[in-house]
């Protein structure tokens, strides 16, 4: 049976063409990029040819890209970075539907002794800028909000935070670990400090990332130890997949704007056709702002790991928003900060695509949801009673 793979928001395969770009350094090519001789010293300008790749893709300058080995580490860095670089100030700002990488690392900040602010987001998971110019006091010392949720596909407006954060002189980092390869970002013009993002996500391998440092911004390491990354980042590089890495963003950099376009397509085909076909379904998320490849859908009267695993009969990968499947006990916490009741929640599927995905596959999705939906309301009291009326 051939899978499926709609689920590119938690990872996504590694393209041939980096895939290509990377196995000479992990056969022939594996020297230390910090030795003195030849073999190793080669390595150097493959890392910095990356560099100018990652930065490429970003609209930054290659001396503002640090390499790190996940998004995790790059939003933790930066956070970690942030309070370091004003020691004095002792509030921090996030929002209630961040990756566990920024909300729990702010968590570990709260139980040192600062104070965390965790912003509302609205029914459509979206921010209310006016939310954020009420938490500021003299005492901010960073504020972290993501470019896009993994969950929702949500976008939040980063620029116009950015402007209001900029205006006010204070540090600004964004997530953006959903958005890069997904969706276009300028850092010429976009008025961030810090920025995440993690190669997992845009069809490199897993286990390396980079923290985009805007030029002039203070930074103080988090992984302490040799010079790499001019002393910013220490630790041997990861060359194959920092090589990697560099050429997974020149390929998302290549065709962004028809991506972006395919992508699109691809999953209004599929989100209206499941709308149409499978009745009390509703979207969770502001559609007027949203990463091109993601839905997610509430189904009521049906738990979403029941539809998970009939899925995967038929090859189909997805995720749900509750329990066990997403490795927690809790239903998913952004769907809750957006007021989703418990019921829908439960419900709820996301569906995350890629360059790879096809339309042929969208349309067996189509065709196998109903049947799937409506047989398992039938085993739920409430959803036979739905069927009924
Ligand atoms: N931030 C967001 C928004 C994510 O979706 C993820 C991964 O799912 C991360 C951070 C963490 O990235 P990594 O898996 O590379 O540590």
Redesign the pocket.
């Known amino acids: 049976m051939k899978t499926i793979y709609f689920d590119n ?3 996504t395969n590694i393209a041939p063409e980096v895939i290509d770009e990377m196995l000479p350094y992990l056969r022939e090519l594996y020297g230390n990029p910090s030795s003195m001789h030849t073999f190793g010293g080669q390595l150097h300008r493959k890392i910095e040819e990356a560099r100018s790749r990652v930065a490429g893709l970003l609209g930054a300058g290659p001396e503002e890209i640090i390499f790190t ?7 933790n860095t930066a956070l970690m970075s942030a309070v370091e670089s004003v020691p004095h100030k002792k509030h921090i700002i996030t929002s209630r539907v ?5 909300l729990n690392f702010c968590k570990y900040l709260a139980r040192k002794g600062y104070r965390a602010t965790y912003l509302p987001v609205s029914k459509q998971g979206q921010l209310n800028v006016d939310e954020l110019v009420k938490a500021l006091d003299e005492d901010t010392a960073v504020v972290s909000l ?6 929702s596909g949500v976008i939040f407006p980063v620029a116009e935070l950015g402007e209001m954060l900029k205006e006010r002189g204070i540090l600004f980092h964004t ?5 890069v390869g997904k969706i276009p970002i300028d850092l010429k013009k976009l008025p961030v400090d810090m920025l ?1 993002l ?4 845009l069809h490199a391998p ?4 980079a923290l985009y440092v805007r030029k002039g911004a203070r930074f103080h390491p988090y992984i302490i130890g040799g010079h790499q990354e001019h002393g910013r980042r220490a630790g041997t590089e990861n060359v194959a997949s920092v090589i990697a890495l560099g050429k997974a963003c020149e390929l998302a950099g290549d065709n962004l704007s028809q991506e972006v376009i395919y992508l699109k397509g691809l999953r209004d085909k599929l989100e209206n056709a499941l709308l149409k076909s499978c009745p009390d379904a509703r979207i969770n998320g502001d559609v007027n702002s949203r990463l091109p490849n993601t839905t997610n859908i509430s189904f009521e009267y049906v738990e979403g790991e029941a539809i998970l695993l009939r899925l995967n009969e038929f090859g189909i990968c997805a995720s749900s928003g509750s329990a066990c499947t997403s490795g927690s006990l809790e239903p998913s916490h952004v769907l809750r900060a957006m007021g989703v009741p418990a019921t829908l929640i439960h419900g709820s599927i996301r569906f995350s695509l890629s360059r790879y995905n096809t339309e042929a596959e969208v349309d067996k999705v189509i065709e196998i949801m109903p049947p799937v939906i409506k047989e398992l309301r039938q085993l739920s009291p409430f959803g036979r009673e739905r069927i009924k009326k």
């Open positions: 928001n938690a990872t080995s996940c998004g995790t580490e790059s939003d961040e990756h566990p990488a920024v993501m470019y896009a949720n993994n969950e997530d953006a670990v959903q958005a995440s993690s190669g997992h996500k897993k286990g390396v990332g």
